[in-house]
Structures are given as structure tokens and as C-alpha cells.
């Protein structure tokens, strides 16, 4: 998932509602992902991670899905309220590589009251 | 309980000049990560310091840009001669470990303006 300076995806929901924020990562070594929340003008906030044995892990309110076979990673929002607008970003790391994480380009979600 | 600690928030320099941009990274974090982010863009990696060593710098411009993380003290990157292009948002994490083990917190970053 390298970013590209292109206009961000959006999404827009209804409070209440639940929301899916996909992303598709680009280096098949991946093995740790993270999906972080970035809120205007905020640096970015830790939200929820998995590792590549793993296929699902939930938290509060948020589940992340891994698929490795496509390379896909979706955070999905159960009951999707106005404190969730923000912009989220996937990253990936791959263990024993770099310390770096790679982040992805970023849907900004919008929760209609 | 201090968060990752960036300052100046906002910084405005015209072109020519030096920007100097200070992490402290949370308490027990001895690895420290500096990333640079556009307008409507995601995160781009620049470079991972630890106490007193540059780890990897893959992300760092060849000219002008440099970091350092001294021994005592915040962690700074650096900006000779600012140009236009240098305006974006960077933000500085930190870790206690490995990032696939421990992930990393980021501060709420510095803004760059140059005029």
C-alpha cells in the first residue's frame, strides 16, 4: 500500500451504521499490519493490528479481516458514530526487514448524524 | 503519562532558512521514527534512529535533510535551505521495540510552512 498523490477515497455512512474501510497492501513479505485512525490536524492514532498468522482479530466495536492469498486488509466499524470521521490508514511491516511501516494511501470516512 | 512530545506544532520558515523539528519519544521508547506527510497523501518513512545511531535512513533526501537522536535529549531533524517543497506535516513515533512486536506511538506532529 504505497500512497500515491491521488485524492483520497471516501467514505460516507449514517450514525449507526456500520462501516468497511478497505485496503490493499503491496509486499506479499508483510507479515504485521496496523490500522491507524487520523483525525484533521492530529497525528495518527493506533486503532487495531493483526498479524499474518491470524485471519480476524476484533476489538471495540472494530474487527480487522486479513486475506493474504489477495493481499487485502478491511477494518470494519460496527455502529459507526460522528467521532469516527476521520481519515484510516492501513500499514504494513514485514518482521525481520525494516522498522518501517508502510502505510496506504487512506479513506476519509464521514458518519452523517 | 507523556505522549510522544513534538514541537514546534506549527513552523513557518522562508525559503533558505533552517527548520529544526524536536521529538521527545515516550518514556522507556528507545527507538525513535520520523515520517513526512503531504496534503490528502499517507505517511512516508524518512528515518529510524536509536540512541545515538542511524538505523535506516532509506526515506531521507539525499541533500539537506538530516536527523539525529543524541544521547541526552529529543530527537531533531533537521532542514537546511527550506524550499517550497518541504511544507508538509511530520510527525515523529516512538517505540520500545521491534514494530512487529510492539508497534509504535506517533506525536501529534509539526507543521511546516515555508513562504
Known amino acids: 500500500g504505497e500512497s500515491v498523490g491521488l485524492h483520497l477515497p471516501t467514505l460516507s455512512v449514517q450514525e449507526g451504521d456500520n462501516s468497511i474501510i478497505n485496503c490493499a497492501y503491496s509486499?506479499?513479505?508483510?507479515?504485521?499490519f496496523i490500522w491507524y485512525k487520523q483525525e484533521s490536524g492530529k497525528g495518527p492514532q493506533f486503532i487495531i493490528d493483526?498479524?499474518?498468522?491470524?485471519d480476524k482479530r476484533q476489538g471495540q466495536r472494530v474487527t480487522v479481516l486479513l486475506n493474504k492469498t489477495v493481499k487485502h486488509l478491511s477494518l470494519q466499524i460496527a455502529a459507526t458514530q460522528p467521532g469516527d470521521s476521520a481519515v484510516y490508514f492501513c500499514?504494513?511491516?514485514?518482521?525481520?526487514?525494516?522498522?518501517?511501516?508502510?502505510f496506504g494511501k487512506g479513506t476519509k470516512l464521514t458518519v452523517n448524524p | 503519562n507523556a505522549g510522544v512530545m513534538q514541537n514546534p506544532r506549527h513552523l513557518v520558515r522562508r525559503r533558505g532558512q533552517e527548520a529544526r523539528l524536536r521529538c521527545s519519544p515516550m518514556k522507556g521508547h528507545s527507538h525513535v521514527y520520523w515520517y513526512r506527510q503531504l496534503p490528502e497523501e499517507g505517511l512516508k518513512f524518512m528515518v529510524y534512529l536509536q540512541k545515538e545511531n542511524i538505523i535506516d535512513e532509506s526515506g531521507m533526501p539525499k541533500e539537506r535533510f538530516s536527523a539525529e537522536f543524541p544521547k541526552e535529549g529529543p530527537s531533531i531533524l533537521r532542514i537546511q535551505q527550506v524550499v517550497r517543497g518541504d511544507s508538509a506535516a511530520y510527525f515523529c513515533?516512538?517505540?520500545?521495540?521491534?514494530?512487529?512486536?510492539?508497534?509504535?506511538?506517533f506525536g501529534s506532529g509539526t507543521r511546516l510552512t515555508v513562504v
Open positions: 500499514a504494513e511491516n514485514s518482521q525481520g526487514g525494516s522498522e518501517k511501516l508502510v
Open positions: 509486499n506479499s513479505a508483510s507479515d504485521y
Open positions: 493483526i498479524r499474518s498468522n491470524m
Open positions: 513515533a516512538s517505540s520500545r521495540g521491534a514494530t512487529s512486536n510492539y508497534g509504535y506511538t
